[in-house]
Every structure is written in structure tokens, then in C-alpha cells.
């Protein structure tokens, strides 16, 4: 019997047909590119941050984090274009953002020692304890849930771009929506909260792929989705402790 996933992202590759047992997607793939990906990500952005840390100049800065930023949003862009080159862009987009993360995380540890390292432990406990929920079946991931994490998701990118918008001509919004204020706390706790929702339609779609039986191919497409939802939050989370600290020291 096949399996059918209500998951919008595997919606349209569900008339495939099964392939060769051997050639069938798989958990256990799945993971392995995963941390593939996770550790490039991890490894550049490790190397940058170091660099950055030696030769701190803010020229250099200036010109080097809106680059890679841009470069791995073509990269990733890409990636969800030509799927079967995921492999490669998917590869060059965790390099390139791992130098976006590097930098960021090397900024704010100058200022706030321990909220890099607080970011990655929460990610990571975070990620593991949603696995784990997940594939135990304590969380299931329906059309409803679905359909509600995609209404979150949307209304909070809206209220992002118009809060930004709002924040370039008015000081005082930006130092609410962007300082250390509770608004801003609250904002971004609930940005790591849907993070953390999204990394369940991510594991959603790992488990139509794998269940659907459909080529190996698509575990670089899962991994790749799974790792810009991780980079997201550890951001996030970056972003949440920065603001904590910043607080407890005034």
C-alpha cells in the first residue's frame, strides 16, 4: 500500500513510483547527510570566526557577511530549483552561511561570552528532543498542524518585513523591536518557538520521503531542508540569549 504524506512540500512527488529496494530513501541516510551538512556549516563557520577574531577589521566585516549572506540565498534558491544539485549547492549554501553564523556568533561572544555556546547546546537539545517526540509518536504531524504551522509561519514573516520597515524610520520602534527590551524577548522567543515548529514539518517530510520509498537522491533534499531550519534557529536563539544577557548585565 502506499503512503500517502500530507506533508504540501512531498504533495507533488507522490505519483512516483516505488523504486529498487536498494535504491530507496532511508532514516539512517537521511542522518548522515544531515550531519554531513551540519558539520560543514559547523567547521566554516568555526574557521571564519576564528579569522575574524585575528584580524578583525570592519571593512573586511562589512564587505564579507552581506556577501556570503547573498551568495548562500542564490546557492539555496538553487537548491530548491534543481533538486538533484542539492548535493552541491546544498554543500556551498552551509559554507557560505557558515560564515554568516561565524561572524555573527564571534560579534556577540565578544560582547556576551557564553551565548554562542548556549545557542548551539539549545539547538542541539532542542532538535534532539523534538526527534525524539516526533518519532515516538508523541507529536503527530497532520494536515491541521500543518496548516496551522504555515498560517504562524506566514503571518510572522509579514509582521518581520512590516516591523523592519517600521523600525528604518522610527528610532524608538527600533530600539523596541531590535534592543533588549521585553517586546523585543517575547518576539524573539516566539521566534525560536516557531523554529522549532517548523523543524516538525521538516521531519514530516523525511518520513513521506522515506515511507513513500522514494530514491536516495531525496535525502540530500530532507538533510537540506533540516539544516536551514537548524541554522534558523540557532540564530534565533543566538539572537534570544544576546538579549537575555544583555539584560542581566545592566
Known amino acids: 500500500m502506499r503512503y500517502r504524506s500530507s506533508n504540501y512540500v512531498i504533495g507533488g512527488l507522490e505519483k512516483q513510483e516505488f523504486v529498487a529496494t536498494g535504491d530507496r530513501a532511508s532514516y539512517k541516510g537521511v542522518g548522515l547527510k544531515t550531519l554531513y551538512m551540519a558539520i560543514v556549516t559547523l567547521a566554516s563557520a568555526i574557521v571564519f570566526a576564528i579569522l575574524l577574531l585575528n584580524n578583525a577589521t570592519t571593512d573586511f566585516v562589512y564587505w564579507v557577511l552581506p556577501l556570503s549572506a547573498i551568495l548562500a540565498f542564490v546557492c539555496a534558491m538553487l537548491a530548491i530549483i534543481m533538486p538533484r544539485l542539492v548535493p552541491m549547492f546544498g554543500s556551498m549554501y552551509c559554507v557560505l552561511q557558515g560564515v554568516v553564523v561565524g561572524a555573527v ?109 522514494l530514491h536516495k537522491d531525496y535525502e540530500w533534499t530532507a538533510a537540506f531542508g533540516l539544516i536551514v531550519t537548524l541554522i534558523w534557529l540557532y540564530m534565533e536563539f543566538l539572537r534570544f540569549f544576546m538579549i537575555v544577557y544583555s539584560r542581566s548585565s545592566k
Open 105 to 213: 556568533s564571534a560579534l556577540i561572544e565578544a560582547y556576551f561570552p557564553g551565548a554562542a555556546m548556549m545557542a548551539l547546546l539549545s539547538t542541539m537539545g532542542v532538535f534532539g528532543v523534538l526527534v525524539v517526540l516526533y518519532s515516538s509518536g508523541i507529536i503527530k504531524v497532520g494536515i491541521k498542524m500543518q496548516t496551522f504551522i504555515l498560517g504562524f509561519l506566514i503571518s510572522f514573516l509579514v509582521f518581520s518585513i512590516v516591523t523592519t520597515l517600521v523600525a528604518m524610520f522610527n528610532q524608538a520602534a527600533r530600539e523596541t523591536l531590535f534592543g533588549d527590551s521585553i517586546f523585543a524577548l517575547i518576539i524573539s522567543g516566539i521566534a525560536v518557538l516557531l523554529a522549532s515548529m517548523v523543524i516538525l514539518l521538516d521531519l514530516s517530510r523525511v518520513d513521506a520521503i522515506v515511507k513513500q520509498g
